[in-house]
T-cell receptor, first 119, second 112 residues
Framework: EAGVTQFPSHSVIEKGQTVTLRCDPI?????LYWYRRVMGKEIKFLLH????????ESGMPNNRFLAERTGGTYSTLKVQPAELEDSGVYFC?????????????????FGQGTRLTVV | DAKTTQPNSMESNEEEPVHLPCNHS???????IHWYRQLPSQGPEYVIH???SNVNNRMASLAIAEDRKSSTLILHRATLRDAAVYYC?????????????FGPGTSLSVIP
């Protein structure tokens, strides 16, 4: 079974440009999460989708970041316009199940990440 | 989310057991103790989790104190591949929707 895949693996863009990151979760997983690790800092939660709905977007840094999950399958994270401080590694994770029962034993599967460099 | 406390770093010799401690003195009755790790240049990966009883799987063992205020991740024979940052995380088992919240973790170095 394929794991969580992220594309691209690396992206180098200039300040002010737009970049779109993509995440394909494990098939059938309702929960999809985005995280970010800025160099030297901890991994920070950005956003949580349940199917196509945003369950929790408390970690989104500002309105330059837009996440979508049309149809409840893959997700995109767009940064527009990109700033220097957006550089880092963006991770996507997915987990299966829904509601109370599934949380008890649900592990999150992470992708390999997209390394974004804004110059 | 309840918080956990871990040492910043630890060292181990290859092929020796490693005990990674975690304190979670404010843990609630419905919190599960999860461990994840992140190998260099990779995404985090799940290691093990438990509620009250000790747990074993192919990767590690998890020893949970009787009062649940602390736990220990045990790698029985450390290999070079086990060098990673290990995260001890509490997840509420009764929240309808939950997320993994990372702290600084413990950076484990394995010495050949």
């Amino acid at each position: 079974e394929a794991g969580v895949t992220q594309f691209p693996s690396h992206s180098v863009i200039e300040k002010g440009q737009t970049v779109t990151l993509r995440c394909d979760p494990i098939s059938g997983h309702d929960n999809l999460y985005w995280y970010r690790r800025v160099m030297g800092k901890e991994i920070k939660f950005l956003l949580h989708f349940v199917k196509e709905s945003k369950q929790d977007e408390s970690g989104m840094p500002n309105n330059r970041f837009l996440a979508e999950r049309t149809g409840g399958t893959y997700s995109t994270l767009k940064v527009q316009p990109a700033e220097l401080e957006d550089s880092g590694v963006y991770f996507c994770a997915s987990s299966g199940g829904r509601g109370r029962v599934s949380v008890l034993n649900t592990e999150a599967f992470f992708g390999q990440g997209t390394r974004l460099t804004v110059v | 989310d309840a918080k956990t406390t871990q040492p910043n770093s630890m060292e181990s010799n290859e092929e020796e057991p490693v005990h990674l401690p975690c304190n979670h003195s404010t843990i609630s009755g419905t919190d599960y103790i999860h461990w994840y790790r992140q190998l260099p240049s990779q995404g985090p990966e799940y290691v093990i989790h438990g509620l009250t009883s000790n747990v074993n799987n192919r990767m590690a063992s998890l020893a949970i104190a009787e009062d649940r205020k602390s736990s220990t991740l045990i790698l029985h024979r450390a290999t070079l591949r086990d060098a990673a940052v290990y995260y001890c995380i509490l997840r509420d088992g009764w929240t309808s929707y939950d997320k993994v919240i990372f702290g600084p973790g413990t950076s484990l170095s394995v010495i050949p």
